[in-house]
């Protein structure tokens, strides 16, 4: 079992830099690929990033591609995610995920994660 918990949120101005983070524990939290997802009042959940086990492969939704990145840091159980020129649409509450696999290239549905955080709000201001 793994538990996540996000943190990082808060209100900033548009075009400005936040970084979330979110911490992990259960021992399998090593082997398991994570993502970050999102969600806008009256909005499905989104995809926003995933990485794999290692670290070593990155995916990206298309609304956040050269903006943000997701990187992992697996000593301390913690994944990040940097995000850089914010605009107001990207106002949501950000969700971290964990998958039972170690990478999966494909896994941009909500149902192919395990485990949930219980989300940050992020707030960008125009």
């Known amino acids: 079992q793994v538990q996540l918990v996000e943190s990082g949120g808060g209100l900033v101005l548009a075009g400005g830099s936040l970084r979330l983070s979110c911490a992990a524990s259960g021992r399998t939290f090593s082997k398991n690929a994570m993502a970050w997802f999102r969600q806008a009042p009256g909005k499905e959940r989104e995809f926003v990033a995933a990485i794999s086990w290692r670290g070593s492969r990155t995916y990206y939704g298309d609304s956040v591609k050269g903006r943000f990145t997701v990187s992992r840091d697996n000593a301390k159980n913690t994944v990040y995610l940097q995000m850089n020129s914010l605009k107001p649409e990207d106002t949501a509450v950000y969700y971290c995920?964990?998958?039972?696999?170690?990478?999966?290239?494909?896994?941009?549905?909500?149902?192919?994660?395990?485990?949930w955080g219980q989300g940050t709000q992020l707030t960008v201001s125009s």
């Open positions: 995920a964990a998958s039972p696999l170690r990478d999966c290239s494909g896994c941009f549905a909500t149902y192919e994660y395990s485990y």
